[in-house]
């Protein structure tokens, strides 16, 4: 009899078990096609296996080479410029970013600049009763470690006027 129990358990648990695998695969492809909308994790975790990706598309702290132009916008953060190339690969669309570090970006010239992007929470939470308020969010800035180069126009010569 407990023969039989045995027989009957190594026949049908591999079934069994492939059916959860299967099943188990199945709610993966969903998740990874639907993530779910929030996952919590202790900061202590951060830097430990896990890694904020920033806007410029690698992860909070990695050294980097970007290029940009002053950005104009009024929505555009103070001191910031409009990146075109992250470690020489053109962006699809730039992205204006804060630049922190001993350097005033000025009008009409080019940087080529050294250095990570990091980040911080910024804002009020919901639960504060203010009548005007910034949303509480995560802000990404870049911080400035090395000026590789200034890409300034060249002055246009002045209008000669023949006698």
Avoid: H
Wanted: proline residues 10%; positive net charge.
């Amino acid at each position: 009899m407990n023969s039989r129990i045995f027989l009957t358990a190594c026949f049908a648990l591999p079934v069994f078990c492939g059916a959860i695998d299967q099943s188990l695969a199945q709610t993966q492809l969903e998740n990874s096609t639907n993530p779910p909308l929030s996952t919590e994790i202790t900061t202590s975790r951060i830097g430990k296996g896990i890694s904020l990706i920033g806007n410029l598309g690698k992860p909070l702290g990695r050294k980097m080479e970007i290029t940009g132009k002053p950005a104009t916008s009024d929505k555009a953060p103070p001191n910031a410029l409009r990146i075109a190339t992250v470690d020489g690969r053109k962006l699809s669309s730039p992205i204006s970013i804060e630049i922190r570090g001993q350097l005033r970006i000025e009008p009409d010239v080019g940087y080529t600049l050294r250095g990570y992007e990091t980040g911080e929470y910024v804002g009020y939470p919901e639960w504060i009763p203010l009548d005007e308020k910034k949303p509480y969010r995560f802000y990404t800035y870049f911080v400035l470690t090395k000026l590789v180069a200034i890409d300034k126009p060249k002055p246009t010569p002045p209008a000669t006027v023949d006698p």
